[in-house]
C-alpha cells in the first residue's frame, strides 16, 4: 500500500522554464512534508520541506506548495537549471511516528538546453 | 564538514552468505536511520536509532536482519544467510535529536550497493 505516490515517473523541461512535480498522499496523519534530490551513485540530499500547518514555502528557486484538503503537494523550480536534472523524492513523515520517512517513488526531472 | 559515509560503496555476496554494512553519521547527530532502496523505487524504512537505543525496527523484512548502535555513533546493518531479494542500496541517514526546528531533515550517506548471486 503505498501511503506516498508520485504518478509522473519522468518529467522533460526547458531550460529557464519552470519544472512543476506533484506528489499525492493518503495518510492523513502526516504533518511534515519533504522533498530530495538525488543524483546516481549518490545519496538523496535534502532540498524544501513544508509543515502541514502552512500551504507554502519558499527557498530561492524552489517553492512547495502543500493543499490538506487533496492530501497534494507540489515543487516548483523556476528558472529551471541543466544542473536541476536529477532524480525528486517527495517524502512524508507524522508526529510520532519516530521521525521515520516514507518515500514516494521519485520522478525523474531532465533539463534540456 | 563530513557529512554520512557509508562502506563498502559496493558489495558482491554469494547468496547464503553474511554481509556488515556501516554508516558513520554527522558528528553530533543524536538519531540514525537505516533505509532500503531497491532498482526504481524509493528508500523504504528499515530501522531507527535514538543515540544507542533502536527505537523501532518495524521495517526490517525478517529476522535475517539486524542493526546495532552500540555506542550511540556508529552503526552497523547486518544481514544473515543473504538472498537475491536483499539485492538493492542500504542508505544511511542521520538528523538532529528530536525537538528541533529541522527534526525531520535527514541527511543520506552515498549508500552501499548490495548484489546478491
Known amino acids: 500500500d503505498q501511503q506516498v505516490k508520485q504518478n509522473s515517473p519522468s518529467l522533460s523541461v526547458q531550460e529557464g522554464r519552470i519544472s512543476i512535480l506533484n506528489c499525492d498522499y493518503t495518510?492523513?496523519?502526516?504533518?511534515?512534508f519533504l522533498w530530495y534530490k538525488k543524483y546516481p551513485a549518490e545519496g538523496p540530499t535534502f532540498l524544501i520541506s513544508?509543515?502541514?500547518?502552512?500551504d507554502k514555502n519558499e527557498d530561492g528557486r524552489f517553492t512547495v506548495f502543500l493543499n490538506k484538503s487533496a492530501k497534494h503537494l507540489s515543487l516548483h523550480i523556476v528558472p529551471s537549471q541543466p544542473g536541476d536534472s536529477a532524480v525528486y523524492f517527495c517524502?512524508?513523515?507524522?508526529?510520532?511516528?519516530?521521525?521515520?520517512?516514507?518515500f514516494g517513488t521519485g520522478t525523474q526531472l531532465k533539463v534540456e538546453l | 564538514g563530513a557529512g554520512v559515509s557509508q562502506s563498502p560503496r559496493y558489495k558482491v555476496a554469494k547468496r547464503g552468505q553474511d554481509v556488515a554494512l556501516r554508516c558513520d553519521p554527522i558528528?553530533?547527530?543524536?538519531?540514525l536511520f537505516w533505509y532500503q532502496q531497491a532498482l526504481g523505487q524509493g528508500p523504504e524504512f528499515l530501522t531507527y536509532?535514538?543515540?544507542?537505543?533502536?527505537?523501532?525496527k518495524s521495517g526490517l523484512p525478517s529476522d535475517r536482519f539486524f542493526a546495532e548502535r552500540p555506542e550511540g555513533s556508529v552503526s552497523t546493518l547486518k544481514i544473515q544467510r543473504t538472498q537475491q531479494e536483499d539485492s538493492a542500496v542500504y542508505l544511511c541517514?542521520?538528523?538532529?535529536?528530536?525537538?528541533?526546528?529541522?527534526?525531520?531533515?535527514?541527511?543520506f550517506g552515498p549508500g552501499t550497493r548490495l548484489t546478491v548471486t
Open positions: 541517514a542521520s538528523s538532529l535529536a528530536s525537538g528541533g526546528a529541522n527534526v525531520y531533515e535527514q541527511y
Open positions: 495518510n492523513s496523519m502526516f504533518d511534515y
Open positions: 513544508i509543515s502541514s500547518i502552512k
Open positions: 517524502a512524508a513523515s507524522q508526529t510520532g511516528g519516530g521521525n521515520k520517512l516514507t
Open positions: 558528528s553530533g547527530h543524536v538519531s
Open positions: 536509532f535514538q543515540n544507542e537505543a533502536q527505537l523501532d
